[in-house]
């Protein structure tokens, strides 16, 4: 026999059930993210390096994003398929059909690696990005929400 009362924490007054009260003092929830259609990421076009160099050379998915490798192996540039919903709710919840443009990305995102290994050259989106130099000092600064950047001294 168990002592202790069992509550229904959905019957409980918000104050005393942490899940309520936590979601009475967030903000309005945002729309659910638009999901990839299930074939984004199937390979559309693929280069391979000649015999005696490490494997693929740059391939491309359905959905627009993309790769490309050094001759090493490693990563060049990679630019991936960012979604998020436009309208705001999935096309069957406003009543409509489902469309193309419901399932295409919303923008992309790209990121450019030294050859050297030395790290990231570039990585970009949307909202801005960043440039290094190969010594992985700042060069330059952009955020697309304010339009401001700023140029570092060369390093």
Known sequence: MDALPRFDPAK???KYSPQRSAASRSAPTAAAAVQPPPDAGVVEYEAKYGT???GRAVAVRRDGSAAAYWP????AVTVDAEYGSG??????????ESTAAD????????????????GVAVSWDATGGFVQYPTGG???????????GKLYAFV
């Open 52 to 54: 005696g160099r490490c």
């Open 12 to 14: 409980l007054p918000a």
């Open 72 to 75: 090493s192996g490693d990563m």
């Open 103 to 118: 399932t295409a990305p919303s923008s992309y995102r790209m990121m450019a690696m030294y050859r050297t290994g030395s």
């Open 87 to 96: 309208t705001g709710q999935p096309a069957e919840d406003a009543g409509r």
């Open 138 to 148: 700042l060069m330059l600064m952009y955020s697309s929400t304010n339009g401001t």
